[in-house]
């Protein structure tokens, strides 16, 4: 298990720092006092893990989308959605919106994970 927690960190921080999202909007998405805790916190609490492994899915549809291009993808986070009717970062924080915008972003892929 701390093996594959080592991962998830190394997956959530480097997520974190191509979308350009802050501790904040992390504590938001995944829930948590702060990054470390969240990270802390993924063996017990299990909505965390699911949010976390979500929000690493979602990053992985973004980036096939715009084409590896992280100013995109963040500013695709940032901008307001037509079809999603908000902010896709604003939603995200949202207790379903997560799996709403996951779920956006592969069906507007030719792929499935």
């Given at each position: 298990m701390v093996e594959d927690a080592t991962i998830i960190t190394k997956a959530l921080t480097r997520l974190a720092a191509w979308l350009d999202l802050s501790n904040q909007d992390l504590r938001a998405i995944i829930g948590g006092a702060d990054n470390e805790t969240v990270i802390a916190s993924l063996?017990?609490?299990?909505?965390?893990?699911?949010?976390?492994?979500l929000l690493i899915q979602l990053h992985f549809?973004?980036?096939?989308?715009?084409?590896g291009d992280a100013g995109a993808a963040a500013s695709w986070l940032k901008s307001y959605n037509v079809v999603l009717e908000a902010r896709p970062l604003e939603l995200m924080q949202q207790h379903t919106g997560l799996?709403?915008?996951?779920?956006?972003?592969?069906?507007?892929?030719?792929?499935?994970?």
């Open positions: 063996a017990s609490n299990e909505a965390a893990l699911t949010n976390t492994l549809l973004l980036t096939a989308i715009v084409g799996k709403r915008v996951a779920d956006y972003l592969e069906s507007r892929g030719s792929f499935s994970l």
